[in-house]
């Protein structure tokens, strides 16, 4: 296979970017001052929705276990997930308003105090990460709204890849943007065909500006999308695993392994 190779990891300076969010996964715990450890729990609950993950040498691992249960099959069925976000919100016990309501059927199933850890308005976003999984799995980084006003929903996905688009010479590399319940927005989404493995490390990244989002990959641009959410958005880390697709012989864990997550504000003026 002609893959590209495991990418070093850049310099932690950015000229005209001033760093504001980062965690190389250093401690031996993870910090929750800038990670909740839950997926979407006003749809769930925070205990069942609560990750699988450790921290070794230096990473932070993501993990899919055998023994794991579906996160929320009211709304998801048997789709399983190990994911971290830098804030929360969701309404009243019942109703359908929170963030990322991802089915109709939606309603919140656990009262959530609001939390923001890292909710940025525009910046550069960087993630140097491998993964090992098969072909029902998914990891990503991507941002949604904080969603306190519902209009604020949109979706900026810095990179996701699924197991089942990955082939012998490389894989499908998701990015883009969905709109959600965002008028402003319009579905934007890319699957570029690229040489990268995905087992090696590899650089992701995005710079979100007022009037574009600019696509990063081993710091080479991929593409610029010509729209832009105009409120703040948080982080969301995660693996999924969607067993109800296709039976799979890929061992546990299934793995995503973060070497570092940084998140930097323009010195330009926005």
Known sequence: MDLTTTMPANPVEKAGYRLEFQDEF?????????????YLPQWSSRERSAPRYQLVSSSLVL??????????????????CSSLQT????GALGSPFGQHRFNQACVVRELQDSMRTYTPQYGYFEMRAKA??????????WMIGFEDQPEHSGELAIMEIKGWNIGDAGLKLGYGVHPWGDSQLTDEFFEDDVALDVG????????????????YLDNRQLRTIQQSPNYPMQFMLGIYDLPQ??????????????????????LNGY
């Open 132 to 141: 090992t999984i098969g072909p029902n799995n998914v990891v990503a980084l």
């Open 26 to 38: 250093n401690s031996p715990s993870l910090d929750q001052a800038k990670w909740l450890p839950f």
């Open 245 to 266: 697709r296709q039976s799979s012989t890929v061992a546990y864990p299934h793995t995503f392994e973060i070497d570092y997550v940084r998140g930097y504000e323009s």
């Open 63 to 80: 993990e899919i276990q055998a023994d794991q249960a579906p996160w929320c099959p009211e709304f998801d069925g048997q789709t399983r």
């Open 200 to 215: 090696d490390y590899h650089i992701y990244a995005a710079e979100w500006t007022p009037s574009q989002i600019d696509i």
């Open 87 to 90: 804030g929360v919100f969701g």
